[in-house]
């Protein structure tokens, strides 16, 4: 009933309340922004716009189109999304650390949503060692995972330094056992931690056990202990806590079952490493 145009005129010169700014956003002249204005009010058969000299307002009727208008622009730009997008089908079981969702990679899954619409994604987050095991058995098509550098499997995306993170009010005592804010074993962080201070001699214990990054984050910020992160993915809030053994790196990669179907595993690999994945 009502022309999607017309309506995307009308909404513009709702948001800027001028035909002049509405036909530039849009790139009409003014005179043609009125007229398709006018021609929505006749649709309607009401009127949606109070002019003056002055200002340019909404009626009550203007206000409801309003509403109706944006919900009407929405469905239409989310069937052409769906319609133009890749035909590509089929399901896609895919694996994510949980630390990866304070990285790029949850807007990089809403693009790939839109891009693919028709390709079932279904998400599953855990620890790496967990989601590894999980794609060897067959259960998952594709991961992305920590993992220690240099190891033959997977795809590389990129490599980070790892270092220790703790509130900035923390302060470490040289005498007592070093608190640690870690997940349970196996874990690749949980090891670099253990396997630095027991090779520098320093003692430690396990303060806090965590299942998933907001537990960890959580617990450090609440000063229970530090934990360790890959430098890139520290939120502002934590600091670098200074006088402790090095840490080494850590890979994030991309593991693929061999028996998955190969064109929605290999269009989502490309859209992580293509963004690089930066926190």
């Known amino acids: 009933m009502f022309d999607p145009a017309l309506l995307r005129t009308f909404v513009a010169v709702a948001e800027t309340s001028s035909f002049t700014r509405a036909g530039e956003l849009l790139q009409l002249s003014p005179p043609t922004v009125s007229q398709q204005v006018r021609k929505l009010e006749a649709a309607a058969g009401r009127q949606l716009i109070a002019r003056d000299t002055r200002a340019v307002a909404l009626t009550d009727n203007g206000e409801a189109m309003l509403g109706f208008a944006r919900s009407i ?6 069937a052409a999304a769906y ?9 896609l079981r895919f694996g994510s650390a949980d630390d990866l969702a304070l990285t790029q990679l949850p807007q990089i899954l809403r693009d790939f949503r839109q891009l693919y619409p028709q390709i079932n994604l279904e ?27 240099d190891l033959p499997d997977g795809r590389l995306v990129r490599r980070e330094r790892l270092v220790w993170a703790g509130h900035k009010t923390f302060a470490i005592d040289a005498a007592a056992p070093v608190p640690l804010v870690t997940y349970p074993a196996p874990s690749i962080t949980r090891a670099a931690a253990i396997d630095a201070l027991e090779g520098s001699g320093r003692s430690w214990r396990i303060t806090c056990n965590v299942r998933e990054v907001n537990g960890a984050l959580a617990a450090v910020r609440a000063g229970i202990g ?14 670098a806590v200074p006088g402790l053994p090095m840490l ?3 890979d994030f990669a991309l593991l693929d079952n061999p028996r998955a179907p190969r064109e929605p595993v290999e269009a989502l690999v490309s859209a992580i490493v293509g963004r690089g994945l930066r926190a």
């Not at 319609?83 to 399901?91: D, I, P, V």
């Not at 998400?123 to 550098?149: M, N």
Request: charged fraction near 20%; hydrophobic fraction near 45%; charge should be neutral.
């Open 248 to 250: 080494g790196e850590v």
């Open 123 to 149: 998400l599953t987050v855990g620890q790496s060692g967990v989601l590894a095991r999980r794609l060897r058995a067959g259960q998952l098509d594709l991961v992305f995972i920590k993992q220690e550098p």
């Open 73 to 78: 622009l929405a469905a239409h730009d989310e």
């Open 226 to 239: 530090i934990a360790v992160l890959p430098q890139n993915m520290m939120p502002g809030d934590l600091v």
């Open 83 to 91: 319609f133009t997008g890749s035909a590509m089908r089929g399901r």
